[in-house]
Every structure is written in C-alpha cells, then in structure tokens.
C-alpha cells in the first residue's frame, strides 16, 4: 500500500486561518479536541486528499484511513494482536487441504441503507475488482483465489469458473489456486471489501472507475461509519451510522479526517487542540518532546520501505548498470541519521528484516567506487554524458530533503546532474501509473505480514509495478513460492527471487519505516503495532483528559 502526506496551497492557507481561531466549540474558548472528546468526535491528520474512497481503484494510505471507516471485510484484525477476527463472516471452515474456504455471514449484517450484506455481493465485488477495465492496480492480490489472475489477463471469460461461489444468500464459498498462509490477513485488505452493486450501477458501469458513487449524497457501504461531508482541501467526515452490525461497540460519532500539507503546521494544530491524532511530525521536533518524555509521542517500527522507483523503459535506465550505479552511490546511514531521525534503519533490499521470520540475504551495497566503474562500462566516464536525472516525488518537506541529500550524493560521486520534479497527490498518482518519470519516489507499507506482499510488487505487469521490467525467472520463484507446501521452501524461493531483485535494480531501497506521530492522551483504544492498524470500532474518547503542554521549541 503506498504512503504519503502532501497537500496544495489552497488547503494551506485553509487550515493556517483555523489556527488563527481554534476557540470553535459550542463553550468558549473551548477547542475542536475538547468539544470532541465531550461529543466523541475524533479528528486526525489524513497525510492527504483523498483520490478516491473506492476500494477497488485506490492504493494509497490516505484513502484507506477513511475506508476502513466505511467498509468491512470477511473478516478484521484486532489492533493489540492483529490476529484475525471474524468481520461480515462472523465464522469459516477450512477443508484439510486448506484450499476451500466456507465464510458463514452474519445474519444482522446490513449495508448503510438497511440493506442486508449477502454472499453474492462478495461475488459480485470481486469479480469488480478483477475485470480488467477497471484498472484496479490491487487485481493481483486476488490471484490467490483459483483462475481470478486468467479471469483478470482475459484468459477465461466466464466469472463462474473462478474460485468464489454464493452457496446461498449467507454462505460464501472461496477456492483457492494454492493453499495460502496468509489468505484470512489479506481479506481485511480494502481490494476484498464489498461495495454495493445497486448504488455502484446507479452511477455508471460495472467496470468504470471514478464515478460519483462515492459522493456523500450517494454512498452505501457497509463499515461501521457512512460519508456525512467531503469538502475537498478542508475535512473528511465520516458519521456512526446504526446499521452496523456491532454498532454497540461503537463508542465514536463522527471522525473528521483533515488533510494538511505541511508536517509543521499539523503539529502547531496538535498543539492547539486541533488535532487528537497526527498523521506524522515534524522531525526537528522528535528530539524536543523525546526529552520531554511526552506522553504523546509515538515512535513505532512500521512494516514498509521507502524507496525510489526507475523507469527502466527510458534510456539509460535501460541499463542495469546505470541503474546499479545510482543505486550503489547512496549513503543511506546519513539519511536515516541526518534527515528522518525518528529510528528508521537503512534498507538495503525491499523486503524488510524480520517480516515473519525473513530476512532477505542479497543487500543493495554502498560503494561509491564500484558505481563510478560501473556508470564508465555504460558510458558515462566520470558522467560525461549522461543524461540529466530526474526524481520525481509528491509534495511533502521529508520527500523534498531526501531527494536533495540524494541529488547532493550523485553529483558528488557520480558527476550527475539530478532535477527534482514535486506534485500534487492526485497528479503524482497519475504520473507513476502512466509511467512518466525518471525515477519516483515511493513507500510501500505491507499489506499483510508477509515477504510476498513486497515481492509480489515487481512481478511482469504487474498494477502497481510501473518500472517497465519484468523477469521471468523472478515470476516463476514467486509461482514456486506460492505452491510451497512449508515456510523453509518459500523463503528459499523468495531469497533467490529478492537476489534477483537487487541484482537488476529496478528500485532503489532507502530506509524502513517507523511510525511518527503525536496521539492525545484522551484516544483510548490505540495500540500500536507494525501494521499501524487502527480500527476505529476499538477507539473512544475520555472527556476530562490531562496533557502536559506540548513542548514549543
């Protein structure tokens, strides 16, 4: 799932006047958090505009904040475990082959609008989700289920010889192509949420996307919240609505996701009783509430990698050397210690260490020497001729300074000229979908605890691998990996399908992430994890609720 945070000038200058009068409660002088902690009403940072709330046409962090408001899959996770729990199923059965799965929903589970959440709407949305005009860049992640990826190449046309079937109106029936250790997490990812046919075909085509069934005057889902205001550039609000199966769980009203540009104007907006939660923080500010042992500090290890994509389409990216070069020139240590300084670790594969017991063996090296070599083999001695390089990245201050510290870093050691190139969210989306760019960068957050949901990433075609290179000995590692019958046989697939990987460069690695960001003491139910997984049913608000004075300086 890729991150985030950015915003325009227009949302700025927006959220700058609310600073200026934050007293904007019922009680004077009272504050948006105070009000909302009285009401229980949350507001958090969104790190974004959403593009969308559609679950099977989005793939960014921001959108999938407010989604998980609005939708509600199979099955959960519950935030202090992320273990499994029953969603819409409120039960399965496994066969002894682990290939069929028997999903028994809940009698009581209905849509926004009353309506009741059958088997057939999981039929249905998926086989949405898979139809090739829709452009659902998150298809492959039902490729799991039997002939779902011929279904998506057009291989086979008819739907119901793909593994998922509506036994009746409560029993859902999914047959995978292999068994698949980690099918019940990926069921709680926003590409297997259901949408409502009758308002998705009120508002266009099965298949078509951006259609105004998301708007709020339109929207049925089935998640425990329902749209009540979208004003781009201002607020999200999403509302508790009542036919919510475990609405008495419920304990939030309202949720207001706002979309703030700048890190530092979002921490000013913590400050001032804004903001419960913060989508990030400022870095030159960990340090001061660090030594001021302030309580709502969050600093967490995060399951996913910030790296760079190439375009190895365009010349001379084209050449593994050059991109083998570029990749070998970046000091990572001094980006970690220097520019994010919240506990990042340097990565030097895409994989992060230690996810379920894997840790890849082939690293990307630092060898400024090694580059310079292998940059002259291309030839480009000493970058005499090489074109000028272009980094592409959405508007935010940290993907602005890592790029400048990288742009630094191949003049240095390469002799490169390097122009950076920012945009909007929604542009910037567009532009790494259509492919044009250099280099772009790009976070990936797993969608799952699993190498598979990183390397499954690079796969020939696949959505959300727009470098233009393919491999199909690394294909069919993968293929292998997906049919192992134990844990030691598909790990040994993915080490050599991430040597692969690293050998060919396709991506650059930078670091892995940590979860920054200030969470108010009067949020109750937020447990951290790798996953940084939130469901909003576990949160409450506690009226009455002390903090020390945020730190200033």
């Known amino acids: 799932m890729i991150i985030t945070s950015s915003r ?7 959220l700058s006047l609310a600073l200026i009068g934050c007293s904007n409660g019922d009680n004077d002088g009272e504050t948006p958090v105070e009000r909302g902690n009285r009401e229980q009403i949350l507001h958090m940072g969104n790190g974004d505009e959403p593009s969308d709330v559609d679950p099977h046409t989005t793939t960014g962090i921001p959108e999938y904040f407010i989604q998980k408001a609005l939708f509600e899959g199979l099955v959960s996770k519950h935030p202090e475990t992320l273990e499994v729990v029953p969603g819409v199923a409120e039960r399965w059965d496994v066969s002894e082959d682990n290939r069929v799965f028997t999903f028994h929903l809940r009698e009581d589970a209905r849509w926004s609008n009353g309506d009741p959440v059958t088997a057939e709407d999981f039929v249905w949305s998926w086989e949405r989700a898979l139809m090739p005009a829709l452009g659902n860049q998150y298809a492959y992640s039902l490729f799991v289920v039997e002939n779902a990826e011929a279904y998506h190449r057009g291989e086979i046309e008819d739907f119901s010889e793909v593994g998922v079937k509506a036994l009746d109106e409560r029993t859902l029936e999914v047959t995978l192509a292999n068994p698949t250790s980690y099918f019940l997490q990926l069921l709680d990812h926003h590409s297997m949420f259901p949408v409502h046919r009758d308002t998705v075909l009120a508002h266009g085509d099965m298949d078509e996307r951006g259609t105004r069934w998301t708007r709020p005057e339109n929207f049925v889902g089935n998640g425990a919240f329902t749209i ?26 309202e949720i207001h996701f706002h979309p703030i540009q700048q890190v530092t104007t979002e921490e000013r907006m913590f400050r001032s ?29 995060y399951l ?13 990216y084209d050449d593994v050397r050059v991109r083998q070069a570029l990749a070998y020139s970046i000091d990572r240590e001094s980006i970690v210690e220097n520019i994010t300084q919240a506990g990042e670790r340097p990565a030097y594969a895409l994989t992060p260490p230690g996810t379920l017991g894997y840790t890849p063996e082939a690293q990307v090296p630092y060898d400024p020497e090694l580059a310079r070599e292998l940059l002259a083999e291309a030839g480009y001695p000493g970058g005499e001729g090489m074109p000028k390089v272009e980094i592409l990245y959405n508007t935010m201050e940290d993907h602005k300074k890592i790029a400048l510290a990288i742009q630094q870093m191949w003049r240095r050691e390469l002799n490169v000229d390097v122009t950076l190139r920012n945009q909007e969210w929604k542009v910037y989306l567009n532009s790494k979908r259509i492919s044009d760019f250099d280099l772009a960068r790009l976070g990936w957050i797993g969608d799952y605890v699993d190498p598979s949901t990183f390397l499954d990433l690079f796969i020939t075609d696949g959505g959300n691998n727009n470098t233009g290179w393919g491999n199909e000995q690394y294909d069919e590692l993968l293929r292998k990996a997906a049919r192992s019958a134990s844990r030691e046989e598909r790990y040994d697939y993915f080490q050599q399908a991430e040597s692969i990987l690293m050998e060919e460069v396709p991506l650059i690695p930078l670091y892995n992430y940590t979860t920054k960001r200030l969470v108010s003491p009067s949020v109750k139910g937020w447990y951290d994890n790798i996953m940084d997984y939130h469901p909003y049913k576990y949160l409450s608000l506690e009226p009455d609720t002390e903090m020390p004075e945020p730190p200033t300086e």
């Not at 325009?8 to 927006?14: H, P, Q, R």
């Open 304 to 316: 996913g990698t910030y790296f760079y994509l190439i375009n190895t389409e365009r010349e001379p």
């Open 8 to 14: 325009g000038l227009l949302t700025a200058l927006v």
């Open 228 to 253: 009540e205001e979208w004003s781009p550039g201002r607020v999200f609000v999403v509302a508790k609505t009542d036919q919510y199966w475990d609405a008495d769980q419920v304990e939030l009203q």
């Open 273 to 301: 009783g804004q903001l419960h939660v913060t989508n990030t923080m400022p870095t030159s500010k960990i340090s001061v509430y660090r030594e001021a042992d302030h309580p709502a500090l969050r600093l967490n290890p």
